[in-house]
């Protein structure tokens, strides 16, 4: 049984800086892996942020590049989101998520992806 629980979510104020955890437990690592954070805000659809390929690639929605980090720690099983120089704007349930296969130019479509975490709320004032 696949899980993953995203943690980090919180208040902040503008400019300020965030860092969410997704640890992953139950998913075999067999061929390659997409993981990704999207978030959703009250009355939009859910949008990609980014995406960490297996062999390190990133894709960054341009709203967040420069400010926002993804990384994984193998041993721990967990995935980063490193979120600095917060915006109003950034406002959501971020969620983690996991697909079996690449990444490529369509990581951002959140119905490409098989497993997704419980959601933790940013707050940004």
């Known amino acids: 049984h696949v899980q993953l629980v995203e943690s980090g979510g919180g208040s902040v104020q503008a400019g300020g800086s965030l860092r969410l955890s997704c640890t992953v437990s139950g998913y075999t690592y067999d061929g390659s892996v997409c993981m990704g954070w999207f978030r959703q805000a009250p009355g939009k659809e859910r949008e990609g942020v980014v995406a960490?390929?297996?062999?390190?690639?990133?894709w960054y929605a341009d709203s967040v590049k420069g400010r926002f980090t993804i990384s994984k720690d193998d041993l721990k099983d967990t995935l980063y989101l490193q979120m600095n120089t917060l915006k109003p704007e950034d406002s959501a349930v971020y969620y983690c998520?996991?697909?079996?296969?690449?990444?490529?130019?369509?990581?951002?479509?959140?119905?490409?992806?098989?497993?997704w975490g419980q959601g933790t709320q940013v707050t940004v004032s």
């Open positions: 998520a996991v697909k079996r296969g690449l990444c490529g130019s369509w990581w951002w479509k959140a119905y490409e992806y098989n497993h």
């Open positions: 960490l390929a297996s062999d390190g690639s990133t």
